[in-house]
C-alpha cells in the first residue's frame, strides 16, 4: 500500500523519485518558487476575467463566453517564457538536478462548478493514469492548486489501485494521433468530449480514494502510473490548476520508473520534455530508446 509523505524538503530527488515509482504520494506545503508560479497564473487568470471574479465568472457568462476566455489564457500560461522560469525554480527549490532533469511545459486546468463545462478546455479527467495518455513511466507528476481547495473540488487519487491491473482502452491510444486530432479540437467541444481519452473499462471503487485538500501553492507529487480524477466540483466555485510532469535522464537511461501494469498506449510524449537549465530538448537518440525500454 502506497504511503503519504508529508513536508519531507530534505529528502534526496533520488530517493523522492525511488519512492514514488514505488506508488509513494509526497505531499508539499507551498515553497515559495510554487507559490511565485501560483501567483503569476493567478494574474493572468485575474486579467483574462477582469473585473469578475475568476472562481465566480462562470455563474455569469454563457458556457461560450468562458470558452473564449480560457482557451486563449490556457495557451497564453503554457506558452509564457516566464511561465519556464518559474518552473525552473520549483524544480531547483525541490532539489532537482538542473541539468539532469527535463520538464513538460505546465499546463493550466480548468474545473467548473456543477458540470457547467466538463469537456474540451474544461474537460474533467475521470479515473486514469498518464501511462494510459502514453507518458513514460519514468514520469513524476506535480499538481499545485492555484486557490486554495476544498474536498468538492479535488484531485482525487485512487492509490489502492497502484500495481493492480485496470481493464482500460489505452490499447486505442496513440499519441501522435493524439496530436494531430485532439488537441486542435478541445476548443470546439462543449457539451461532450468526443476525443478519444483512454478510460477505464471496468468501475473503480472509491473505497480508499484520497483528496489533499490544500491551500494554493502546496504541491503534490506523484508517479504518472498513479490511478487518479478530476474529483467532480460540487463546491459553487470554480476549480484552478497547474501541473507539469519531469523526468531523469539517469532513470531514462537506465530504465526505472513504475511498474507497466496495463496500459498499452503506443507513442511516446518524451519529444515534449525539455531540459531545465537551457529548454533544450532530450536528443532524439534518447527518445527513441528510451521509448522502446521505458515503457
Ligand atoms: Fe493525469
Same mark, same amino acid.
Given at each position: 500500500m502506497p504511503n503519504v509523505y508529508f513536508d519531507f524538503f530534505d529528502i534526496a530527488d533520488d530517493t523522492r523519485r525511488q519512492r514514488i515509482f514505488e506508488g509513494d504520494i509526497f505531499l508539499s506545503s507551498a515553497l515559495s518558487s510554487v507559490t511565485s508560479l501560483c501567483d503569476f497564473a493567478k494574474s493572468m487568470i485575474?486579467?483574462?476575467?477582469? +473585473?469578475?471574479?475568476?472562481?465566480?465568472?462562470?455563474?455569469?457568462l454563457a458556457v461560450?463566453?468562458?470558452?473564449?476566455?480560457?482557451?486563449?489564457?490556457?495557451? $497564453?500560461?503554457?506558452?509564457?517564457?516566464?511561465?519556464?522560469?518559474?518552473?525552473?525554480?520549483?524544480?531547483?527549490?525541490? &532539489?532537482?538536478d538542473l541539468d539532469r532533469t527535463y520538464f513538460d511545459v505546465p499546463r493550466l486546468r480548468v474545473v467548473t462548478h456543477g458540470g457547467y463545462l466538463t469537456? &474540451? =478546455? &474544461?474537460?474533467?479527467? $475521470?479515473?486514469h493514469r498518464d501511462i494510459w495518455y502514453a507518458s513514460p513511466t519514468s514520469? =513524476?507528476?506535480?499538481?499545485?492548486? =492555484?486557490? $486554495?481547495?476544498?474536498?468538492?473540488?479535488?484531485?482525487?487519487?485512487? +492509490?489502492?489501485y497502484w500495481g493492480r491491473r485496470v481493464q482500460n482502452s489505452s490499447r486505442e491510444f496513440d499519441y501522435d494521433e493524439w496530436c494531430r486530432i485532439g488537441r486542435q479540437q478541445a476548443a470546439s467541444q462543449i457539451e461532450s468530449d468526443t476525443r478519444r481519452h483512454p478510460l477505464?473499462?471496468?468501475?473503480?471503487?472509491?473505497?480508499?480514494?484520497? $483528496? +489533499?485538500?490544500?491551500?494554493?501553492?502546496?504541491?503534490i507529487s506523484f508517479s504518472s502510473a498513479q490511478l487518479h480524477a478530476t474529483a467532480a466540483n460540487t463546491s459553487g466555485l470554480t476549480r484552478f490548476s497547474l501541473d507539469f510532469r519531469t523526468l531523469h535522464l539517469d532513470d531514462l537511461e537506465s530504465g526505472t520508473g513504475a511498474h507497466n501494469v496495463d496500459s498499452a498506449a503506443t507513442g511516446t510524449t518524451l519529444g515534449d520534455f525539455i531540459s531545465v537549465s537551457n529548454f533544450s530538448a532530450? +536528443?532524439?537518440?534518447?527518445?527513441?530508446?528510451?521509448?522502446? =525500454?521505458n515503457k
Open positions: 485575474e486579467e483574462a476575467f477582469f +473585473p469578475a471574479d475568476p472562481q465566480e465568472a462562470q455563474f455569469h461560450e463566453e468562458f470558452i473564449n476566455i480560457i482557451g486563449p489564457l490556457k495557451s $497564453r500560461f503554457t506558452n509564457h517564457g516566464r511561465t519556464k522560469e518559474l518552473v525552473r525554480n520549483v524544480i531547483s527549490e525541490f &532539489g532537482g469537456a &474540451g =478546455v &474544461g474537460y474533467a479527467y $475521470r479515473p514520469q =513524476v507528476n506535480w499538481w499545485t492548486p =492555484v486557490y $486554495r481547495l476544498e474536498a468538492e473540488r479535488a484531485l482525487s487519487l485512487y +492509490p489502492n477505464a473499462e471496468e468501475e473503480i471503487s472509491t473505497d480508499g480514494e484520497l $483528496r +489533499p485538500v490544500c491551500d494554493a501553492g502546496a504541491m532530450l +536528443p532524439t537518440e534518447l527518445i527513441r530508446s528510451a521509448s522502446l =525500454v
